[in-house]
């Protein structure tokens, strides 16, 4: 094999994107993901049943004739999967008490690959010292928030990383809430033996030294699994289990969560990570090109740090552009050509995210002067439009609570009780929801 499968898929997806044009993309790939590459076989993975069987249907050929085409192999065909990325629960017995979900362990995402900065640095150090000394009460629980592509989930598996390299006597357990989610659901299928199944579960978790839960903010809203989470919590807490938790908010911004597991969650130590500022930024992109055995003039890597700086995340897909772009098309890397094709990079997301954007197209849908979402008026025909404004720009930007109350000219609270009163409406109303959702797609489209 004489490419990066992963790479190749992603400027694929890159492809697709322009060819089937946003909106499609949004609704049916973008959450599409790289899961392995075996003998000509590219397997990906999407979130549920239905997408993975309208992409079968409708775009699977395109995609072979992408992928045929960049790996230049006509062989090459792709399957697409919806299965969580997890072991089953019925392998749990034959496998090593090690193996206990850590198949999902990204390899890189140790700690001596954790560029510090000051953006970082004491989730870094805490992560560190949970990793070489679990359950001080001090630090027990550790949570950890950010924006998207910060290092949380980085950060967390390197704790796994250390205790699986260094520690062949603990146990952990890692699985991000989404899979606790779908395994809780799945173990509560009637078809299967329910309890023999609950209890296989509950046993994955109460035998863990180390339970580590990425993105605890999708628990938001599924009350059962909140309340099974919160008992599996306090008896592995009261053992003196280390839990290590990451979400995209701070715990009292995660809505609708039950206040007693907020609690919990603010018990231990709360750490948050920050955007990286210009000089990490250089650090990481230096450490990410040495990598891909990229080099690039120092004016070039400097004007990606200065251009690139929502998150690693990104830092790394221009990265990872630029690679695809030498190992496939051959592209020289002059200033010149790098400026197009991370103004092309960037083009879209940073272009409709903003509050301007978002207001005025949720005054659009709902038929209101966007203007007027910023006004004093209560009446209800502008209240809701700018709840959901509200709403929609904590969801799609990296605001605070303040700083979206404060273009709103309203205090943290009501952005709050604005983004409660959306979730529920949307709990009851299935077209109020299907309006904040084509609102949503139409921004990222
Ligand atoms: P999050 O879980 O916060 O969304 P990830 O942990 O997935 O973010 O990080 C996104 C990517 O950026 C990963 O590939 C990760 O290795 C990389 N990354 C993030 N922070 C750092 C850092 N400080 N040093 C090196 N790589 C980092
Ligand atoms: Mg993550």
Redesign the pocket.
């Known amino acids: 094999m004489h490419f990066h499968p992963e790479d190749v898929f992603g400027l694929c997806l890159e492809r697709a994107k322009k060819l089937m044009g946003s909106a499609k993309y949004n609704s049916w790939l973008s959450n599409a993901s790289f899961r392995s590459y075996d003998q000509g076989v590219f397997t990906i993975g999407l979130d549920s049943e239905i997408r993975a069987n309208f992409v079968t249907h409708n775009y699977k050929d395109n995609l072979e004739e992408l992928l045929r085409e960049v790996t230049g192999d006509e062989k090459v065909t792709v399957v697409f999967t919806h299965a969580p990325e997890t072991l089953s629960i019925g392998r749990v017995n034959n496998s090593s008490r090690h193996e206990l979900f850590s198949n999902f362990l ?1 390899p ?2 140790v700690f001596d ?5 000051p953006n ?1 640095r004491l989730a ?1 150090a805490t992560a560190h010292s949970v990793a070489y000394e679990m359950g001080h009460s001090s630090t027990n629980p550790l949570f950890i928030y ?10 967390i ?1 390197a704790i796994a990383h250390h205790i699986k390299d260094h520690h062949p006597d603990k146990t952990f357990c890692y699985i991000s809430s989404e899979e606790f989610l779908t395994s809780y659901v799945r173990a509560l299928n009637p078809n299967k033996n329910r309890s023999r199944d609950m209890e296989i579960f509950k046993d994955r978790f109460r035998n863990s030294h180390y339970l580590i839960m ?2 605890v903010q999708f628990l938001a809203g599924k009350e059962s699994t909140q309340d099974l989470f919160f008992h599996l919590f306090n008896d592995l807490y009261l053992r003196g289990r280390q839990i290590i938790l ?1 979400s ?1 908010r701070p715990p009292h911004e995660i809505e609708p969560l039950e206040e007693r597991l907020i609690s919990r969650f603010q018990s231990g130590m709360v750490v948050d ?1 920050k955007p ?1 500022e210009l000089e ?1 930024r250089l650090a ?1 992109l230096n ?2 090109l040495k990598d891909e055995n990229i080099r690039l003039d120092n004016d070039i890597v400097f004007y990606l740090a200065e251009t690139v700086k929502a ?3 990104q ?2 897909g221009a990265v990872n552009l630029l690679a695809a772009n030498i190992r496939i098309q051959n592209i020289d890397l002059s200033l010149e050509n790098v400026r197009s094709i991370i103004t092309e990079y960037l083009g879209a997301s940073s272009r409709r995210l903003n509050p301007t954007t978002i207001t005025s197209a949720v005054g659009d849908f709902f038929g209101v002067n966007p203007n007027a979402l910023r006004g004093k008026l209560r009446k209800r025909e502008i209240l809701v439009p700018r709840q959901v404004s509200m709403f929609l720009l904590r969801d799609l930007t990296n605001l605070s609570l303040e700083e979206i109350g404060a273009f709103f000219g309203r205090d943290h609270s009501t952005v709050l009780n604005a983004i409660k009163r959306v979730n529920s409406m949307m709990a009851d109303d299935s077209f109020f929801k299907r309006k904040i959702l084509d609102i949503r797609e139409s921004l990222l489209g």
């Open positions: 990204k890189g995402y690959r954790f560029i510090q900065g970082n870094f950010g924006g998207v592509g910060l290092g949380k989930t980085h950060l598996q990425d993105d990451t995209d990570i990286p990490t990481i450490q990410k998150n690693v995340r830092l790394e």
